[in-house]
Nanobody, 126 residues
Framework: QVQLVESGGGLVQAGASLRLSCAASGRTFSTYAAAWFRQAPGKEREFVAH??????????YCADSVKGRFTISRDNAKNAVYLQMNSLKPEDTATYYC?????????????????WGQGTQVTVSS
């Protein structure tokens, strides 16, 4: 079992940056693939980015909508995953969720993740 707690959300203006954090507890987080998803009001939850550690290296993938602006990273010593968000746009407004799966590679599919945090709200004003 692993528990996930997100933080770092807030209200910012368009063009600003935020860094979301996901703190994990319960098991060695380095054995998990992790991801960020987001859900805007009235919309389905969508994939943002995932990260997998394999043979000592981190492999990442971001959705096209955030590629070049968002970066996912992890610090296994701190049992944490981060989402650095730059050049924020009003359409990035959503609740952002951290997710984890034990073993395997990161995935863009919600159903592949067994563990979820409660979410942190990001609001970008124009």
């Amino acid at each position: 079992q692993v528990q996930l707690v997100e933080s770092g959300g807030g209200l910012v203006q368009a063009g600003a940056s935020l860094r979301l954090s996901c703190a994990a507890s319960g098991r060695t987080f380095s054995t998990y693939a992790a991801a960020w998803f987001r859900q805007a009001p009235g919309k389905e939850r969508e994939f943002v980015a995932h990260i997998t550690r394999s043979h000592g290296s981190d492999f990442t993938y971001c959705a096209d909508s955030v590629k070049g602006r968002f970066t996912i990273s992890r610090d296994n010593a701190k049992n944490a995953v981060y989402l650095q968000m730059n050049s924020l746009k009003p359409e990035d407004t959503a609740t952002y969720y951290c997710a984890a799966r034990l073993g395997g590679w990161g995935s863009s599919r919600l159903g592949d993740y067994a563990y979820w945090g409660q979410g942190t709200q990001v609001t970008v004003s124009s």
